[in-house]
């Protein structure tokens, strides 16, 4: 056939005020997934996604699972079987008081470095998933049908460790299996640079809490001999890096490598300054391990952060309560052959020890992934990887991923499938956080880069 | 005058149904004085108090301050002029769901231990301060008269730091200043023996809040550079007991002495049981200093407690956040000679030598006092002990107090004023925390304990 690009370029640009509508509808829904009180949101979400589907002749359905609904959807036809995912589930919003608008009113903001899209979702990731599906639209309107047998997933629990994933994967491999997955979650590299990911840190998550005291009790009459949990998990927590920033659970390290040398050398051509990323939020310093570069520290190597902590009193003015209880949110970003199951042991092993006598700790697990590393001289990378540099005249880059998407992973262990991941973000979308945004021009350009690369896949 | 006490205990258990409920009355308000939003319940309560004086026929008034108000009142005659203390403000409530009951839905409940006045503030300090009023109208019934000069002070910020205290009783030292001033807001010993406090610690409040970046961030993408505040407060909180439980701020124990020995020996007396004290509340372990018995880790040596700590995501869930802030409440009980100004700095000066680059910290004071030893030879201290022996049928102990009750440093330092601390609480009352009860029985010959006191004063 000839060449329908330059006719679904124009087409895209000429309908993006209905493509942004649409976006619009779908970032209303409070979709956030690790909030039980937004089940109903989730559900609306997934049902919005199908419709959207069925729309562009996909046979489109909503899934049940033990947690919220899968959205699978299958259209076109040919030899090419490439998978779609992206998730529709986002991320809580407090403190909302920091928000300069209700996070679930969507508004294209006026900004000194262009037009934005602000709200919950905007960037992570409905209006990632989204650039998908306006290529696919832009191409039926344009040649009356896609471009090669697309399948798509939505996951609906992305945001809250994806415990549905798995189970879902095994039951219905057969209809999922394609010959790649193609991943929308990530960002531009240096916000101008289009990227394609090599690899992906993993994420362990833990929850602890300690308990002394069978009650509050008041400092002045056990300030003194009554066990206060605060102190111990502020003790143990304290210890978790030592003054190289290293992590001190034992095993920590086993099964974390080296990049390969000249993946390392064109990390160092990449022109990143730590200086400026970190600038962008306030700080100056790397933070992490000791002679290991920003991009290593991201990249490359292992962390543990402790993500929320709480015990005590907490609200306005001052009590003098010793609390009961105390306990903290603590994530790991895995690399390499870090076993996360291995990992969760010898971590809640390194705490049990430290505990005194009158403390208990009890653990919560909050998912546990693996880091991920993708064969890039695949025909599906090549072809991306000049369809991104012809889209933003710019030579599309092979990078790492400090984000965690554990579906990479899943669909490698499960399906046995490799996964492509590009995506369109900034670092100042400010995703997880107030204010999220994703600037049109990361949507429209994003659109026709998919068009680019489907263009690319149905050769 | 014939000795009318046999007549007044009589009248005491015969009013003790009216008593309650008069108390009862003041327990449903729900004056929380740290809480801004019930300001207005703190008014309430010390109209309340100005009414119920004004019935027992004292000059009362409500005076207002840059806080919440004093209740200030006088009555009777005579050379003997003392002062009585107590405060109209509770602690807050939360966790609420821990309660069996709304706390300031007040109701007498039978117990194993008999019969329980159960709601927040029922000991601490409305129950206690009652005590006092309920005796002087058995007098006035029985008498037609109070047995001296009384002066009532009641305060409604002694739980949240007294801010307006020593300027107030700086405005009206001549009208306040007494003999000496008793004050009920203390217990029993061991549940049974009567006791005056000799000693009490003082109290240091200190507010941190460490701030590193200037958003919270997504782990996924700054994890490793980026500097996380709650590893920062973890690790300087982790350091603030060595292992020995000893306090790692400079100076710490600069002015800390050992209690005579003959005191020290008076204790090991009391058969004092650290295992039957901590058993009552799920503990086992005195968890304080090594090589310090129960009793002196509560009367005689200085402590450091983080009170609450909070940072990150805290809600259902996990969100993998970095996030700007991460602070806590910190407070030292003091004794002898410890400067709580010069600890204050001391503190501060040890956390910001910790401070890692592109981390900032702040402070906020909350109260600091002094701890205070009384002069037990006194007149009124004696007569107290033999009515106290008498009441209790055990012989009154004098003993240390692990509490903080500033108001008694402050008469000291501002009125040159002795206080004598006599009160009626019981270990498993919970004050400052859920479910706070007073016995009955506490109530009831606390009542009766005044009475007696009172007749020995009148002498």
Same mark, same amino acid.
């Given at each position: 056939?000839?060449?329908?690009?330059?006719?679904?370029?124009?087409r895209?640009?000429?309908?993006?005020?209905?493509?942004?509508?649409?976006?619009?509808?779908?970032?209303?829904?409070?979709?956030? %997934?690790?909030?039980?009180?937004?089940?109903?949101?989730?559900?609306t979400?997934?049902?919005?996604l199908?419709?959207?589907?069925?729309?562009?002749?996909?046979?489109?359905?909503?899934?049940?699972?033990?947690?919220?609904?899968?959205?699978?959807?299958?259209?076109?036809?040919?030899?090419?079987?490439?998978?779609?995912?992206?998730?529709?589930?986002?991320?809580?919003?407090?403190?909302?008081?920091l928000?300069?608008?209700?996070?679930?009113?969507?508004?294209?903001?006026?900004?000194?470095?262009?037009?934005?899209?602000?709200?919950r979702?905007?960037?992570?990731?409905?209006?990632?998933?989204?650039?998908?599906?306006?290529?696919?639209?832009?191409?039926?309107?344009?040649?009356?049908?896609?471009?090669?047998?697309?399948?798509?997933?939505?996951?609906?629990?992305?945001?809250?460790?994806s415990?549905?994933?798995v189970?879902?994967?095994?039951?219905?491999?057969d209809?999922?299996?394609a010959?790649?997955?193609?991943?929308?979650?990530?960002?531009?590299?240096?916000?101008?640079?289009?990227?394609?990911?090599?690899?992906?840190?993993?994420?362990?998550?833990?929850?602890?809490?300690?308990?002394?005291?069978?009650?509050?009790?008041?400092?002045?009459?056990?300030?003194?001999?009554?066990?206060?949990?605060?102190?111990v998990?502020?003790?143990?927590?304290?210890?978790?890096?030592?003054?190289?920033?290293?992590?001190q659970?034992?095993?920590?390290?086993?099964?974390?490598?080296?990049?390969?040398?000249?993946?390392?050398?064109?990390?160092?051509?990449?022109?990143?300054?730590?200086? *400026?990323?970190?600038?962008e939020?306030g700080?100056?310093?790397?933070?992490?391990?000791?002679?290991?570069?920003?991009?290593?520290?991201?990249?490359?190597?292992?962390?543990?952060?402790?993500?929320?902590?709480?015990?005590?009193?907490?609200g306005?003015?001052?009590?003098?309560?010793?609390? %009961?209880?105390?306990? *903290?949110?603590?994530?790991?970003r895995?690399?390499?052959?870090?076993?996360?199951?291995?990992?969760?042991?010898?971590?809640?092993?390194?705490?049990?020890?430290q505990?005194?006598?009158?403390?208990?700790?009890?653990?919560?697990?909050?998912?546990?992934?693996?880091?991920?590393?993708?064969?890039?001289?695949s025909?599906?990378?090549?072809?991306?990887?000049?369809?991104?540099?012809?889209?933003?005249?710019?030579?599309?880059?092979?990078?790492?991923?400090?984000? %965690?998407?554990?579906?990479?992973?899943?669909?490698?262990?499960?399906?046995?499938?490799?996964?492509?991941?590009?995506?369109f973000?900034?670092?100042?979308?400010?995703?997880?956080?107030?204010?999220?945004?994703?600037?049109?021009?990361?949507?429209?350009?994003?659109?026709?880069?998919?068009?680019?690369?489907?263009?690319?896949?149905?050769?």
């Amino acid at each position: 056939m000839s060449d329908p690009i330059p006719a679904i370029l124009k087409r895209i640009d000429a309908d993006q005020p209905r493509a942004l509508d649409r976006l619009m509808e779908l970032l209303r829904i409070p979709s956030i %997934s690790t909030d039980p009180a937004h089940a109903d949101d989730c559900e609306t979400a997934a049902d919005w996604l199908v419709a959207e589907l069925t729309d562009l002749g996909f046979k489109a359905s909503k899934r049940a699972t033990p947690g919220h609904p899968m959205v699978v959807a299958h259209g076109g036809e040919g030899a090419r079987h490439v998978l779609f995912y992206g998730h529709y589930d986002v991320q809580p919003v407090d403190p909302l008081r920091l928000w300069n608008r209700d996070p679930f009113d969507p508004a294209v903001e006026q900004t000194a470095r262009g037009p934005v899209i602000r709200a919950r979702g905007a960037s992570d990731d409905k209006g990632q998933l989204m650039t998908f599906l306006e290529a696919c639209r832009a191409w039926k309107a344009e040649t009356g049908g896609l471009p090669c047998r697309l399948t798509i997933l939505f996951e609906g629990e992305e945001e809250s460790g994806s415990p549905s994933l798995v189970p879902f994967l095994k039951e219905n491999a057969d209809e999922l299996r394609a010959e790649i997955a193609l991943i929308c979650d990530t960002g531009l590299f240096d916000d101008r640079v289009p990227a394609i990911i090599t690899t992906l840190r993993g994420l362990l998550g833990e929850e602890v809490t300690i308990t002394g005291p069978d009650r509050d009790l008041h400092s002045g009459m056990y300030g003194g001999p009554a066990m206060n949990p605060i102190r111990v998990l502020t003790r143990i927590l304290g210890g978790l890096h030592d003054d190289q920033g290293r992590v001190q659970v034992p095993g920590f390290y086993d099964g974390v490598g080296e990049p390969p040398s000249q993946v390392k050398a064109s990390w160092n051509n990449l022109g990143f300054s730590t200086e *400026a990323f970190l600038g962008e939020v306030g700080l100056s310093h790397a933070a992490g391990e000791v002679g290991r570069s920003g991009l290593e520290q991201i990249w490359s190597r292992p962390t543990a952060e402790i993500n929320g902590i709480t015990g005590g009193y907490t609200g306005d003015g001052f009590k003098t309560v010793l609390p %009961s209880k105390a306990s *903290a949110k603590v994530s790991f970003r895995l690399v390499g052959g870090q076993d996360p199951i291995r990992l969760r042991e010898s971590f809640r092993d390194w705490v049990i020890a430290q505990m005194p006598p009158d403390c208990q700790v009890t653990f919560a697990e909050h998912g546990a992934a693996p880091a991920s590393a993708m064969e890039t001289e695949s025909e599906v990378f090549v072809a991306a990887q000049s369809a991104l540099t012809e889209e933003w005249g710019l030579p599309a880059a092979f990078i790492g991923g400090g984000g %965690s998407i554990p579906i990479a992973g899943y669909f490698q262990s499960v399906l046995g499938m490799q996964s492509m991941l590009a995506g369109f973000a900034k670092d100042d979308d400010q995703i997880h956080s107030p204010n999220e945004k994703y600037d049109v021009e990361s949507f429209r350009k994003g659109v026709r880069s998919w068009a680019r690369i489907l263009r690319k896949l149905a050769d």
